[in-house]
């Protein structure tokens, strides 16, 4: 293998890693994407992309710029900087599956070299720089600090969002020492408009839970907010319509059938975890946010079976159109989306379900094939609910077509009341 240096070496090339790699190299930077993945190191040196955010075309360029991705360990060696962007899930217990980042650690220890920096993004609770990331990297011989710098900078990747990216999205990074933190700031500085600095690891690490409890907490609170809202017979949507006119103190957030998505289901749970385990009492705000954002799928099955009623037809015999199974607008990525919960419990009750998606051409649930519809506006679907607020699903065109929709985001607010349908019922 070539000993030239390489500027930055990223570990995992997903929906983190990825993007990470392309604006550091759309800057000029010498870029290596390291993966255990096999097929996703092929497809990428073949030019393919696997995520939404970066396309065939960007890939290509990437390679141009003489970005390579690699299995091989050795690359390691190479690198001035190292960035560590692994999965961290959640594990049975409720706090993060660090499995990956030790993974990742272990084996940048078998080859980091001196005034080598060595960067965390992965989401994880307060202290897994220090507590676990340090102590692995140090079995090289060599100290964080004094040797090689070692910092944590969260990720803040927002999937599909088409104006915030890597390069002017603010980057937070904190290093063990005031002199990572420089070299930290120095590096993301090449190719972010803005680095804001912590007064250590710990603290942007807890800056990424911070930002994420603040939306799963208000998620929460507009979820309980419409469950009731509808019980008593008020439009919460045009609740938050007139609350959002008031210039300060108040930010719009809208219901939903659930959180999806890699951080706003699980990242609060790190915090949640770390506080019980290190203090030993419930972060009691993340405990109940979670309760009720869990409880929405069941909710929106409740809805449904209410709105079929009102047309004499049981569950067991009613067909059923999903529209969107992502976990959010116009991308493909399902993880944690709140739509196979829903279509679980639909099947459990004996509905037959059937599903539309443009950007998911398969769908399984508990192992079960659900049948995909290639045309939203033609069904014979006793009930539609729209799940996800894909461009593609026109609210005049969903009116005209649906015996019944149950809109369980809002999308037909956009319509005034007298123009929306009586059949179309949101959330």
């Known amino acids: 293998m070539s000993s030239t240096p390489i500027d930055v070496v990223v570990v995992g090339m997903g929906y983190v890693g990825l993007p990470l790699a392309a604006e550091a190299s759309r800057s000029g930077l010498t870029v290596a994407g390291f993966d255990v993945g096999r097929s996703v190191v092929d497809g990428l040196n073949s030019g393919r992309s696997h995520i939404d955010d970066i396309t065939d075309t960007e890939v290509s360029r990437m390679l141009a710029d003489g970005f390579t991705a690699t299995t091989d360990p050795a690359v390691h060696s190479r690198a001035n900087t190292i960035v560590i962007c692994v999965p961290t899930p959640l594990s049975p217990d409720g706090g993060p599956d660090l499995t ?3 993974s990742a650690a272990r084996t940048v220890a078998q080859h980091v070299r001196p005034q080598t920096l060595v960067v965390l993004e992965s989401t994880t609770y307060p202290g897994t720089t220090e507590e676990l990331v340090r102590p692995i990297l140090e079995t090289s011989g060599l100290t964080a600090g004094v040797d090689f710098g070692l910092a944590f900078s969260p990720e803040r990747v927002d999937p599909g969002n088409p104006v915030f990216g890597i390069a002017n999205t603010p980057k937070v990074v904190g290093g063990v020492t005031p002199g990572c933190g420089d070299a930290a700031a120095a590096f993301y500085g090449k190719f972010v408009d803005t680095v804001v600095r912590t007064r250590g690891t710990r603290e942007a690490e807890m800056a990424k839970l911070l930002e994420n409890t603040y939306r799963h907490v208000n998620i929460a609170l507009v979820n309980e907010m419409a469950v009731f809202c509808h019980e008593l017979d008020i439009d919460l ?10 210039p300060f103190g108040f930010q719009p957030f809208t219901p939903g059938p659930g959180v999806g998505g890699h951080c706003i289901p699980i990242d609060p749970n790190y915090l949640s975890h770390r ?9 009691r705000f993340v405990e109940l946010a979670e309760e009720i954002n869990k409880r929405m799928p069941d909710y929106v099955v409740h809805r449904a079976v209410e709105l079929l009623n009102t047309q004499g037809l049981a ?18 990525d399902q993880r944690e989306t709140p739509a196979e919960p829903i279509a679980s419990k639909l099947l459990t009750g004996g509905a037959s379900v059937i599903y539309h998606d443009p950007y998911v051409p398969h769908w399984k649930v508990s192992g079960r094939d659900v049948e995909r519809v290639a045309e939203w506006r033609d069904t014979d679907a006793d009930l539609v609910i729209l799940l996800t607020g894909h461009a593609e699903y026109r609210v005049p065109e969903l009116s005209a077509t649906a015996r019944m929709l149950l809109d369980t985001r ?6 005034d009341d007298s123009g929306r349908s009586a059949n179309v019922h949101l959330l």
């Open 100 to 102: 990956a980042v030790e």
């Open 237 to 246: 949507w045009d609740v938050i319509s007139a609350a959002s006119t008031k």
């Open 275 to 283: 506080v019980k385990g290190a203090l030993g009492y419930p972060f």
């Open 315 to 332: 569950l067991s015999r009613s067909r059923i159109l999903l529209l969107g199974v992502t976990y959010k607008a116009d991308i493909a």
């Open 410 to 415: 809002g999308t037909s607010r956009t319509v």
